[in-house]
């Protein structure tokens, strides 16, 4: 889904450098590559350290619920 992400909005920037949009479209598009790539290293990051699983504590008998 983020890399679809990055491509459609590489593709919106190019497009808009391309056929010579007002500047503030360019730089708008920039920006979202820019926030999408930040977004595909914490993707590539957090999925190459599996989560370890959390221990749960007993609670004593007497905080039992009523």
């Not at 909005?9 to 360019?26: E, G, H």
């Amino acid at each position: 889904m983020v890399l679809m992400w990055t491509s459609g909005d590489t593709f919106k920037t190019v497009y808009f450098i391309l056929n010579q949009a007002p500047f503030q479209f360019s730089i708008c598009g920039l920006l979202q590559v820019f926030v999408d790539i930040a977004i595909l290293l914490q993707v590539y990051l957090y999925s190459s350290y599996p989560q370890k699983p959390v221990s749960h504590t007993a609670h004593p008998a007497s905080t039992k619920a009523l």
